[in-house]
């Protein structure tokens, strides 16, 4: 039987715990939540991956699949936007089929001046140049080691900070079993999901294990 909870996946050997989920048992939350990458801009873009092949488990974010997918196209991105101004990392919303169709936000830092429209649109251009021009894996095979892509924006796409308040942020990021315990906490420029298990923050008690 699959020991897993919280939407843990058993590999044969240990359990495979989506993100923000602890313990051997996939049993426990995440003690802390980082969702400071939430304060800042984005950018909305399309990369349509051709070496790689759509499968069903992609609709589940906690399959192996989905998260063995991401895990390298959120290198590949890190690899080829890290020299563009303000850049601060990459969230895949959806993958769907043709061959993978990924459709992820670019994580940026707030714009400084007057005109932060003008600069969102020019970091998209310059996004948009970085993926375009980036060398691209000699062997395009299924089999082959990187990805080999092509990727698309639009000025419509650009998207300001987001609606949600810090509070529907941290239940929407914490494992649902347990988002009624999270609360949002600022330290220093970040902002954090803890529980009152979260240790050295105010009022935080000993929960021991979980």
Not at 80 to 98: A, C, E
Not at 182 to 200: F, M
Request: proline residues 6%; aromatic residues 8%; glycine residues 6%.
């Amino acid at each position: 039987a699959d020991p897993c909870q919280n939407g843990g996946r058993w590999t044969g050997m240990s359990c495979l715990c989506p993100p923000n989920v602890d313990g051997t048992r996939c049993e426990f939350g995440a003690s802390t939540i980082n969702i400071t990458a939430e304060l800042g801009p984005s950018v909305m873009m399309l990369a349509r991956v051709t070496n790689r092949n759509f499968s069903e488990d992609m609709r589940d974010t906690s399959s192996i699949a989905y998260r063995s997918f991401v895990e390298e196209f959120s290198r590949t991105m890190d690899r080829i936007y890290h020299n563009v101004s303000g850049y601060r990392g990459t969230r895949v919303l959806t993958l769907t089929r043709g061959s993978v169709v990924v459709n992820y936000a670019v994580l940026l830092h707030p714009p400084a001046g007057d005109k932060p429209t003008t600069n969102l649109d020019h970091r998209a251009w310059e996004l948009l140049e970085a993926a375009n021009t980036t060398a691209q894996p000699r062997n395009c095979s299924h089999s082959s080691e990187g990805l080999c892509f092509s990727t698309s924006s639009s000025r419509s796409a650009l998207a300001n900070a987001p609606v949600l308040n810090a509070t529907e942020l941290c239940r929407k990021y914490a494992p649902a079993n347990f988002s009624r315990y999270y609360y949002p906490y600022r330290s220093g420029n970040s902002l954090l999901c803890i529980t009152n298990c979260t240790l050295n923050v105010p009022g935080s008690i000993n929960c021991n294990s979980g």
